[in-house]
């Protein structure tokens, strides 16, 4: 129905499984694009420029600021994150599903910047498996879990601003629940209508009896 | 994750194949009930008072309107037909989707007594495949053909109504995307309040330390 593609903004609790999801749903089906972020950080070993981030100078990215090439930004610990509007902007134009997995603040400002985005909140069967699911790492001190929890409490204040939640208890059953549901949205008149424009406009011409 | 079923309410153009759609959806799972309809017409032959319709007198009809029994009601060519509550709040209850087929205005109607009800219009792909729909049951004249594609012309003004819209193209992949689009409103946030407030009050408790 509608061609061009969704936003899909996702956000989760530290430690809920969102990013394997994330990396799930797009290896496993072609209609989805994973946007990629700009920042100002030097890149890690291994990051490559233009697949974990696109790695920009300082000047370069207030540069952005300035022309309003950004959806939104944030600074943390002295470095810039963003997202480019014209990656994203490409992808949805060529039909493309684009996925944006962001925290609370950034998925806000989106969603104020672009309303026909879908925001989805992914959450865990209960809070004792988020718990459980963060010790069972078993990498981190009880007082990082315990922060960790802490700061899962305050997000969970944003979830209701969420247009969906998605509990993600079995892996390939939470992709194909994510998967639904984003293809389910496309159903939704508010994308479609241009498609109701022209059935109406073809039905009148048949109801003149041509 | 939301324990109460929905109010799924179907509408279409005539020829579009809703009442296949519907039979086959609630055939194939179980999750879905079908709202049944009280009339005060007769029965006709092979009809099922609780099956097609509840049969009901003028004075018994009259009687659910005035104790608001019914979610909607309307009448034609002398007869009333309407919803009745009851049936439809049981199944929710049960966690049962219940699916009304109903014409827009009724529709209209039961959006704005119940407005967490989900609403989707079908269509056929194109205007000339509803035409060629209606021309190959090879049963109706050429005049009831053009007087049913102006009642679709006329009808379509109501598609911007509904929540969702959805393309009858392929039977089985119709009934498919039918049952993933009422699944997927199932993680709406709105329907969810409940299991959002005991995951954040767990998580206010193990934040805690407990």
Do not use: W
């Not at 069972?136 to 247009?163: C, H, N, Q």
């Amino acid at each position: 129905m509608s061609d061009k593609g969704l936003l899909v903004v996702i956000s989760g609790f530290s430690g809920v499984g969102k990013g394997t999801l994330m990396k799930e749903l797009i290896s496993k089906y072609n209609n989805y694009a994973l946007s990629v972020s700009a920042t100002t950080r030097a890149p890690r070993e291994g990051e490559e420029n233009g697949r974990e981030y696109y790695f920009k100078s300082k000047e370069e990215f207030e540069e952005m600021i300035k022309n309003d090439r950004l959806l939104e930004y944030a600074s943390y610990v002295g470095n810039y994150y963003g997202t480019p509007k014209m990656y994203v902007e490409d992808m949805m134009e060529k039909g493309k599903d684009v996925i944006l997995e962001i925290e609370v603040q950034g998925a806000k400002k989106i969603k104020e910047k672009v309303p026909d985005a879908v925001t989805v909140f992914v959450v865990p069967p209960s809070a004792e498996e988020l718990k459980n699911r963060l010790i069972g790492r078993g990498t981190e001190t009880k007082e990082v879990i315990d922060a960790r929890l802490a700061r899962a409490y305050e997000e969970s204040f944003a979830m209701e601003d969420y247009d969906y939640i998605l509990v993600n208890d079995n892996l390939s059953e939470s992709v194909q629940s994510m998967h639904s549901l984003i293809q389910s949205v496309h159903c939704n008149t508010i994308y479609n209508k241009k498609f109701m424009n022209n059935l109406r406009e073809d039905m009148k011409r048949f109801s003149e009896g041509e």
